[in-house]
């Protein structure tokens, strides 16, 4: 008799994650640390676009993507709520830091990347992980929230 594997629930994944790329911090592995950590932004992007528009992207919906649908949101003032919990700037900086994820990797083609430039990529990805996990965490407690919004509501400082 088979027996169906248990699929892993995102949260998970995400912790599995998160220990993995601690692990390769650790261990001075900075470039896998950058792509485990811009996996964990993906997909805490994903959720946040869930619970924002109430679909599910697909699993060929990159972080780009993600970065770029929530710039669009933001801008066009589709979710007020979105915009009062997380900042315009903070999703700049998560498209800056992609594209010299990217930039170090076609360098990596052609010149030898320096120990300390793959070092700062993943502390930067640190950084903003850390940032965006607090702006979801209040983003999450007022959508769930037994509150009405309204939308004129400042975040908490």
């Not at 700062?120 to 940032?131: C, D, I, Q, S, T």
């Not at 983003?139 to 769930?144: A, C, D, E, I, T």
């Amino acid at each position: 008799m088979k027996h169906k594997k248990k699929e892993n629930k995102p949260k998970k994944v995400k912790k599995q994650l998160t220990q993995k790329a601690g692990i390769a911090m650790k261990n001075q592995f900075f470039l896998e640390a950058s792509w485990l950590l811009s996996e964990i932004l993906e997909k805490k992007l994903k959720s946040l676009l869930e619970i924002t528009e109430n679909t599910r992207p697909g699993a060929g919906f990159t972080l780009e993507q993600c970065i770029k649908r929530l710039k669009h949101l933001h801008v066009t003032n589709k979710n007020q709520v979105l915009r009062n919990y997380v900042e315009l700037k903070l999703i700049e900086k998560t498209m800056t830091w992609k594209n010299q994820r990217n930039t170090m990797v076609k360098d990596m083609l052609y010149v030898h990347v320096s120990k300390p430039r793959k070092e700062n990529l993943a502390l930067e990805g640190v950084k903003l992980l850390k940032e965006w996990n607090r702006a979801l965490k209040n983003y999450k407690l007022h959508q769930f929230s037994s509150a009405p919004a309204t939308t004129d509501e400042i975040p908490p400082q």
